[in-house]
């Protein structure tokens, strides 16, 4: 599924609307701590996290996930949404808690 | 092994905000000149890693990376100080030190040492009061 499916299909906010979402998502990886998902992340992975600050950007690109997914409400800045977009890295609001965000996922089959 | 590309770059202690940027380099870099995605993938894993250890744990240090005619990859880093008491503890999965700034940040999960170490061909690592000094190769696939 790409992005722009997931989207059409769950209504999640795009804090990136100058990027394109045609990639491709393939999996996911919930988790918080930066050392666990740089260690156990996969390449086009939706990355489900409450984290919201450079370094997020800096390990989605390095770990090449296909967007980030901020769960459960938390602060995207406009210096974040900013950033990321300048990195060409997708972000998404689920204003969901990380496991009905993550069940959505599953439900949409990714 | 002669090395056919060299770069270093500094890195700053708790510069956050710039986290990441010496790793992106040397990912486009070695992008740039064919080496498999695979391996590139754990370099990347390696060099953000040691990276953020200079930034969050050691007073900033310098990265020297450089690929070899036989394709292997090899990445120093190295700091003034104030060194690791106990490289033991720091191997061991989960045992972190690090402050409670880089805790909120979602550092601190006492796996950057242990990843490293797993995606490494080789890990070398000498530590005293006087600075630490990392040294990792990586070898491309025949």
Redo the contacts between chains.
Sequence with gaps: MTIKELIEKTGWKLATPTLDTSAEIVGAYCGDLLSWVMGNGEPQQAWITVQVHANVIAVALLREFSCIIVADGANVTEEFAAKAAAEELVVLESGLPVFESAKKLVELGI | MESILHKEYTVVQDD??N???V??DI?STLAEIGISPKVI?KI??AS??SE?NLIIHAWGGKVFMDVNDDGSVALVFKDPGPGIPDLEKALTPGWSTASEKARG????????L??IQ?VSDEFNIESSPAGTTLSLLFRSPV
């Design positions: 956050y905000v986290a990441g940027k790793s992106s990912k993938r990347a894993v953000y890693e953020i940040m979602g550092f601190g999960a006492g796996m950057g242990p990843n797993r």
